[in-house]
Structure formats: C-alpha cells, structure tokens
C-alpha cells in the first residue's frame, strides 16, 4: 500500500469520526454554530448587504479610483434608499387612512348588526336570547379592551431594557455590515485576487479551478434571480396599477405598490399583497373586492405562465417543478430567508450536477438514442 493510498485512508477515517462525534453531539454543535453565526452577523450581513448593491453597482460602477468606486457606491445605495422611501410615501398615508377608516366603522358595525338581530328577534330567538344576555355593548368592550391594554403596557415596560438592547444590538450590527459592504466593494478586485491566491496556493490547481469556476456559477445564478425577481416585480406591480386604475378599483397605486413589494418573495409573494389588497377595498366596496379577486387571479395566471418563467426561470436556468421544490423545503427549514436562498441555491446545484451527469455519459459513450425520448 503507497503513501497516497494511506493518506486516503487516514482521512476518511478522520472524517467518520468527527461526523460521528457530531452526531452524538448535535446539542453541542448547533449551539457553536448559533454563537459562531452570531459573532460574525455583522459580517454575514455586510457580504449579503456587498452582493445585493454590487448588482446594481456594476451598471452605473466608476472604475478607477477609490473615491469613484465610494460615489459608486453612494450613488447604488441612494437609489435603493429612494426607491423603498417611495414606496413607504405610498404605503404609509393610505395605510393609516384605511385603518383609521376602520376603528371608526367598528363601533357602528357592531352597534347595527345588534340592533338588526333585536329587531329581528322573533325570527332568530336563539340568537336574540343570547344578544339579551351577554348584553353586547360598546362601552362594556371598550373597557375590557382597555383592562386588556392595561395589563400589556405592564409586560412591555417589564420586558423594555430587553427589546431596547435587542433593537440597538440590530442597529449597530446593521451599521457595521454597512460599512464592511463599503470596504468590500471598494476593493472587489483586490479580495477576488486574494481568494485566487490562496486557493492555488492551497489546492491542486485543477481542484482550484474547479472551485473558481463553482464560484462564478454561483455568482452568476444569484445576480441573475435577484436581477429577474425584481425587474418581475416591478412588471407585475406595473400591472396591477394600470388595471386597477382602468376597472376604477380602490387604492390601485397602494395595491400595485404592495404587490410589487411582496413579489419579491418567489411563488407566494403576490398573495400576501392580494390578502392586503382584498381588506383595504372591502372596507370601501365589497363588490368591487370581488372584482379585485378575479382580476388578480387572472394577473397571477399571466404572470405566472407568461412573464415568470421568461423572465426569473431563465436567469437561473431552473424548470419550474423544482422551483416548487425548493421554494418548499425553503420555507419550511428557514420562512422567507429559505424561499429567496433556495431558488438560486437549487440552480446551482442543478447545474452542477447536470454538468456532472453529462460529463458521465461523455466519458461511457452512451449514445443517446438510449436516453433521450424520441418523438412518435
């Protein structure tokens, strides 16, 4: 037995009895695991935070010097900063209306579904008998409400140091990774050579070249989904407003806008802004909250079948049945932050291991008659 084939063994062994330690000690693990995410949070944020603005950044990047690439950088960052701020001119005021519109319509609701079962009450005695007991009144809710307010204020105040040192701790990490996305992007080159380095100097260089052309892949696949979903929710908000607008359907322009936002989450996204969309105009015209479902489900139809697929499924080369797949386990192990990691996730591993597949075939010389269905 050689040296090369020992150290084979050696380190396969290793492996079996560090997976075996982990097993038996997963407690442990994910607890190192928890603390190591959390020492490093700021900088896992601001490599998040480096990515997403280096998207938009190559389009309007000043290459050259330092200060070029930081108006760069300012310049991307103004424009994500403007186009949210937009967004929140629109949300806030009519959110605030509608619900304002709301808690003054709950009084008088409630007042008149009483008084139509009282008025009622020898077609529905049942109901009336029990209206007449419960003595269902707006002052009697207002004070339980209040007792109930009263008793959280209590828990708040006790838990407050807490949430305000979670909601500091948040700010001051975010601000960190803001400013390691600032040194990260500025010196984008420099670190990629770095990292080009130490991987030759590592790795046999096929191996390296294999992790390189892994890692443009993967660069690749992500700018491409996160270019695609928000360029598709842009197109689907756009939608909904000017046929909104056309149908003369409430708040069109606040609906659109929430769309569009939550469109940035794959598959489900959309629906999360027809729920919101749908209690915003029955509080105004419950007809048309109808015509609102219909039409949003024919826009969803068109999307999904016509502008999703031409303009998401190709950026990142994954069919639609795996999609699914992975926005499901996505969101089952992780909420939103599996849905918008998986996608692109599954699309790398996809390709990976399509590329694995055919070079397989190539190298038995299957021919593919054997594999590839022909047409009858």
């Not at 990629?192 to 790795?203: E, V």
């Not at 939103?336 to 075939?361: K, M, N, Q, W």
Request: positive net charge; proline residues 3%.
């Amino acid at each position: 037995m050689n040296r090369e084939m020992k150290r084979h063994i050696l380190e396969i062994v290793a492996f079996a009895i560090l997976l075996y330690c982990a097993v038996m000690h997963l407690d442990l693990v994910w607890r190192f695991l928890c603390s190591f995410f959390r020492l490093f949070l700021p900088f896992i944020l601001g490599g998040a935070i480096a990515f997403i603005i280096n998207v938009p950044m190559r389009q309007i990047d000043l290459k050259g010097q330092k200060v070029k690439r930081i108006l760069s950088y300012a310049l991307t960052l103004l424009l994500v900063i403007g186009v949210l701020t937009l967004a929140m001119v629109v949300i806030i005021p009519e959110l605030t209306r509608t619900v304002k519109l709301l808690t003054d319509q709950i009084p008088a609701a409630v007042t008149a579904v009483q008084e139509w079962f009282l008025e009622n009450k020898d077609k529905l005695p049942s109901v009336a008998a029990f209206i007449e007991e419960t003595e269902l009144d707006i002052a009697s809710l207002s004070a339980k409400a209040t007792a109930f307010l009263q008793s959280a204020a209590t828990n708040i105040v006790t838990s407050g140091f807490h949430l305000i040192g979670s909601v500091v701790g948040g700010i001051v990490s975010f601000l960190i990774g803001i400013v390691f996305s600032v040194y990260v992007l500025i010196q984008k080159e420099k670190l990629s050579c770095q990292t080009r380095k130490i991987l030759y100097a590592l790795l046999p260089e096929k191996r390296a070249d294999r992790v390189i052309a892994i890692g443009k892949l993967t660069n690749q696949v992500f700018s491409g989904f996160l270019s695609g979903q928000c360029l598709e929710a842009f197109i689907l908000g756009a939608m909904f407003v000017i046929i909104l607008g056309i149908f003369r359907i409430p708040y069109a322009m606040l609906i659109g806008v929430v769309i569009a936002l939550t469109a940035l989450i794959p598959i489900v996204g959309a629906f999360i802004g027809c729920v919101v969309g749908m209690f915003l105009i029955v509080m105004v015209d419950p007809v048309k909250a109808v015509w609102f479902l219909v039409l949003f489900l024919v826009i969803q139809q068109i999307e999904g079948n016509l502008i999703y697929p031409r303009v998401v499924g190709g950026s990142i080369g994954l069919p639609s049945m795996w999609v699914l797949v992975a926005v499901s386990v996505g969101g089952s192990l992780f909420g939103i932050t599996g849905i918008l990691l998986f996608i692109p996730l599954c699309s790398v591993c996809y390709a990976l291991f399509r590329d694995f597949i055919h070079e397989r075939l190539r190298k038995r010389a299957v021919a593919k008659e054997k594999y590839e269905i022909q047409d009858s």
